[in-house]
């Protein structure tokens, strides 16, 4: 798949939908973000006539699952744990007391 066909795709779609208020089908979607390994965002919402909005609202609907946070079970015999929590773009490491995991944990669940 390239952009320009998802452009044709998308055309098609376009010039046949019932009402203007009908939504991207989640097919072309897929495709859009099968396209983010090749293309900028900034490239496919341009060529697709989409806003960075729809991209991000759509995405994150789509992939919900892919982005729940993920647990690792811990043997609190240590004096110290390195603390990892991960984005997509940012790696936050905390080195913190077994002690203060109780008071950590919370407050980052709070802010995903």
Do not use: H
């Amino acid at each position: 798949m390239t952009l320009e066909n998802l452009q044709l795709e998308f055309s098609e779609w376009r010039k046949n939908k019932k009402s203007r208020a009908e939504p991207i089908p989640d097919n072309l979607w897929d495709n859009v973000f099968k396209l983010t390994d090749k293309y900028s965002t900034t490239l496919i919402c341009k060529k697709l006539s989409i806003s960075g909005t729809q991209f991000n609202q759509n995405k994150k609907r789509l992939y919900k699952e892919e982005s729940k946070p993920k647990f690792v079970e811990l043997a609190l015999n240590q004096e110290s744990y390195t603390l990892q929590v991960q984005t997509k773009d940012k790696t936050l490491s905390l080195n913190i007391s077994p002690n203060q995991l109780e008071t950590i944990i919370p407050l980052i669940m709070q802010t995903l």
